[in-house]
């Protein structure tokens, strides 16, 4: 029986980082590619999206997770450490216990969403709570990984980028070709950076573990990255000291990988822009509501940014347009229960009774 390997089996001779390294995986990636058609009229393109949310923890983080901690094991690490906004304190606790690692994370105080804290805690991590934000927590995490033997498995380890880029090489695969347009939310800017080189690797020869690997795609899209509106310091051209949004997994000030975000942007012609937290949950509704595709807040960051394209005739007609939607819906899910207008969704309660329900329903007077 044939079942989808994980990332670094299923792309083994582009990995060449892994080669030898023993394998820590709970079979990532493989993620559908789904084609938007509510999205696609919306806009006057093609648009698909990738929905990450169907990682093993619930975010594209275990793409990367994957071969951090297989590089981890295989330098006989015994502990690792991350800062997070969640989605990493999660993978990285899953990962950790599948080597059979101790884990520690930091986060920000009141920060986090409940679903991703409560993975961190179930799959036995430390979890301490910093008073500051993902910016502190990745200050303090990197200097502890500098002082003890604990590996830092935050992007800035460059394994993480390595296997966060397979999933531009699994669009790619599944299109046939490289789309014009690639639309992600950024926050500490690793994602974007992981792209981009995929897309770049996949359009070029390039040395693999078995030698020159003939390119796959014809071209790299156009990378449009998007950030929160009171978190957007690549936007604003400085750090946030105080970064804002809804979506806490990229509340983040000061972008570890801001070049590489930069560089993707300007190598490949794109955008980084800002949307607003009423734009983010616009498109949050419009996923789960229009295109049945539950995502958490920050994840609509991609198709806000789309859709503001849009609206400023930015789109260009007929365009093969992919956006990623990074985390699963049920990660945050208390957004689903506000309605447009912000009051609380208020589910009707009926009686156990045929008559009742059918009343309720509209199919009886
Ligand atoms: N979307 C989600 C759901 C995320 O969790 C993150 C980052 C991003 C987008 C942005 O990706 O940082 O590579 O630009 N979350 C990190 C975390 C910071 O700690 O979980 P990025």
């Known amino acids: 029986a044939h079942q989808w390997r994980g990332v670094i089996t299923e792309y083994a001779d582009r990995l060449p980082m892994l080669a030898g390294a023993p394998t820590v995986t709970l079979r990532e990636g493989g993620t559908p590619l789904i084609p938007a058609e509510h999205l696609s009229e919306l806009v006057g393109a093609q648009v698909h999206v990738k929905y990450e949310g169907l990682n093993p923890t619930g975010s594209f983080k275990d793409r990367g997770m994957t071969t951090a901690m297989s590089m981890a094991a295989a330098k006989g690490a015994k502990a690792v450490i991350c800062a997070s906004t969640g989605n990493t304190s999660a993978s990285a606790a899953a990962y950790a216990t599948k080597a059979g690692m101790t884990c520690a994370v930091l986060v920000p105080e009141g920060k986090i969403a409940m679903g991703k804290l409560s993975q961190a805690i179930a799959h036995g991590a430390t979890l301490l709570q910093v008073d500051g934000n993902f910016d ?22 460059p394994a993480r980028i390595e296997g966060q880029k397979t999933a531009s090489f699994e669009i790619v695969d599944a299109l046939g070709d490289a789309p014009d347009i690639h639309c992600l939310p950024v926050g500490n800017a690793g994602n974007i950076t992981a792209y981009w080189r995929g897309y770049r690797e996949y359009a070029s020869e390039t040395e693999g573990v078995s030698g020159a690997l003939a390119p796959v795609s014809t071209r790299t899209p156009q990378m449009w990255g998007f950030q929160a509106a009171g978190s957007a310091p690549i936007v604003l051209g400085h750090p946030v000291d105080e970064p804002d949004t809804i979506a806490t997994a990229i509340r983040i000030g000061n972008p570890a990988s801001w070049q590489q975000a930069e560089a993707a942007r300007d190598e490949s012609g794109g955008r980084i822009e800002a949307v607003t937290d009423e734009e983010i949950l616009r498109a949050h509704r419009i996923l789960s509501s229009r295109e049945g595709i539950f995502v958490e807040p920050a994840s609509a960051a991609s198709v806000a940014g789309l859709l503001k394209a849009s609206a400023a005739g930015q789109v260009p007609a007929g365009a093969t347009i992919v956006c990623t939607v990074t985390g699963h819906g049920l990660k945050d899910p208390q957004w689903a229960l506000k309605n447009a207008d912000g009051s609380d969704v208020a589910p009707v309660s009926v009686p156990a009774e045929a008559y009742a329900v059918a009343r309720e329903l509209g199919l009886q007077d």
Do not use: F, M, T
């Open 136 to 157: 502190h927590c990745l200050d303090v995490a990197r200097k502890l990984a500098e002082s003890y033997p604990v590996e830092l498995v935050n992007s800035v380890n």
